[in-house]
């Protein structure tokens, strides 16, 4: 009954099928190879906002 929201590596299924599934709200694709947290600052922004944690 909770609703949860996954971030997985494009190339790992588990959260994607669970999404298919119906057991998991939003499988967020990342490639958990950048090391960059910069690459993702839009995703970032939404996210936050969403959260109603936006940054100053």
């Known amino acids: 009954g909770v609703h ?3 971030y997985a590596d494009c190339n790992d299924p588990a ?3 669970g999404e298919a599934e119906g057991t ?8 958990d190879h950048v090391a960059d947290p910069g690459a ?3 995703m ?3 996210l ?3 959260a109603g944690l ?3």
């Open 4 to 6: 949860a929201v996954g």
């Open 15 to 17: 959260l994607f099928l």
């Open 24 to 31: 998991l709200a939003v499988a967020v694709p990342l490639d």
């Open 40 to 42: 993702y600052p839009l």
């Open 44 to 46: 970032t922004a939404y």
């Open 48 to 50: 936050l906002a969403a």
């Open 54 to 56: 936006e940054l100053p």
